[in-house]
């Protein structure tokens, strides 16, 4: 893994939120899914956050940021928020976040999004998220996470 600099948006975000200290790191065979992530950092994979996003029948998007041992139950999401929900498509992630699937970090978007955190996620010690690219990670306590999304509770939207 080497340091490399975030995309300009992240590190919009971070510069906005005190987060200086954060350093984002690049693994050369990828971190497109919740378990590569995990094995090329060495960690538990329920430590990783997946930035899922999601669209409401109004085609408003909606960020989950999710736990990468468990599923977003779709059901328990859409009685949440009180309308239902589709994943939304690889067009529909780039547009609304500026990011491509794989590397969708949990803030610094190109638009505002809704966003939902799984409880679980805020009782590990350290988060490891994507940080703008397939390719990229960084990581955050819960306390940060928590302060940079606005975000004091965590939702229970496992399946």
């Known amino acids: ?45 329920s430590d990783i956050g ?22 977003v139950d779709l059901n328990k999401v859409a009685s949440l928020i009180g309308l239902s929900i589709r994943k939304a498509d690889a067009t529909e992630v780039r ?19 809704e966003t939902l955190i799984d409880a679980k996620l805020l009782a590990k010690e350290t988060i490891w998220l994507a940080a703008g690219t397939p390719k990229t990670v960084f990581s955050l306590t819960p306390d940060e996470l928590r302060n940079v999304t606005g975000i004091d509770t965590g939702v229970h939207i496992a399946a």
Do not use: W
């Open 50 to 71: 997946k930035s899922l996003v999601f669209m409401t029948e109004g085609n408003k998007p909606v960020l989950i940021i999710m736990n990468g041992a468990e599923q």
């Open 95 to 113: 547009e609304h976040t500026g990011y491509a699937i794989g590397g969708v970090p949990p803030f610094g978007h190109a638009h505002p999004v």
């Open 1 to 45: 893994m080497k340091k490399v600099s975030p995309p300009q948006c992240l590190q919009n975000a971070f510069d906005e939120n005190n987060l200086d200290h954060v350093e984002v790191f690049e693994f050369p065979d990828g971190t497109r899914s919740a378990a590569d992530a995990a094995n090329a950092i060495g960690c538990d994979i």
